[in-house]
Structure formats: C-alpha cells, structure tokens
C-alpha cells in the first residue's frame, strides 16, 4: 500500500505565509510527479503547483510568483511555500503522486486533503 499524508494547512491572515508539506508511504518502487490541486465548493479541482522527477515545476497562473514547490527525494517529500495568499487561496488542497509501487502497478495516489482558510 501506498500513503500520502499533508501537514501544515490552517487559517492565515491576507498577505501571510503557509508551508504544506505531504510525505508518501508505504510499498513505493519510484515516485514521478507530485503535486498540490485545490478544491472549493461548487468548483472543480484546479492544479496548484506539479513539481517532475527532475525537479522542473509547474505553476496555476493564480499562483505564479506567490508559491513555490520543492522536493526530497530522499525523504518521498514535497513541499509548498506559500507567500502572500490571498482569500481566493482559501480551500482544501490535496496532494497527490504519480507512483510505481513495488509490484510494477503505477498510478495516481491521492492525500486526504488539508484546509487552508485566509481571511481577509
């Protein structure tokens, strides 16, 4: 089996700072993409960030020069800085991998989401 588990969302005033962190788990033979999406209410999920294996990134235009994604190979870890949010930001954002597990099967893996709230 494989994981995925997000940390660090919360409530932040306008113009503040969150760092989301997600781990992957579990029987895992190579880890391609990651990456973040977000969800609100009535919308459907939008690409936040994608980070590839050679580290080369993507970016929603929402976001572009506000957030930035990294990874950790060594650590099945990426993480989202996330810089002068706006209200709009707000949302349940989920991580999710593109993952070889130890039985030659790949796929897409999913995290259980993390709420992050700006109030303005």
């Known amino acids: 089996q494989v994981q995925l588990v997000e940390s660090g969302g919360g409530l932040v005033e306008a113009g503040g700072s969150l760092r989301l962190s997600c781990i992957a788990s579990g029987s895992i033979g190579s880890i391609y993409d990651m990456g973040w999406s977000r969800q609100v209410p009535g919308a459907q999920r939008e690409l936040v960030a994608r980070i590839s294996r050679d580290s080369s990134t993507n970016y929603g235009a929402s976001v572009k020069g506000r957030f930035t994604l990294s990874r950790d190979d060594a650590k099945n870890t990426i993480t989202l800085q996330m810089n002068d949010l706006k209200p709009e930001d707000s949302g349940v954002y989920y991580c999710?991998?593109?993952?070889?597990?130890?039985?030659?099967?790949?796929?897409?893996?999913w995290g259980q989401g993390t709420q992050v709230t700006v109030s303005s």
């Open positions: 999710y991998a593109d993952i070889r597990n130890r039985a030659w099967a790949r796929r897409d893996y």
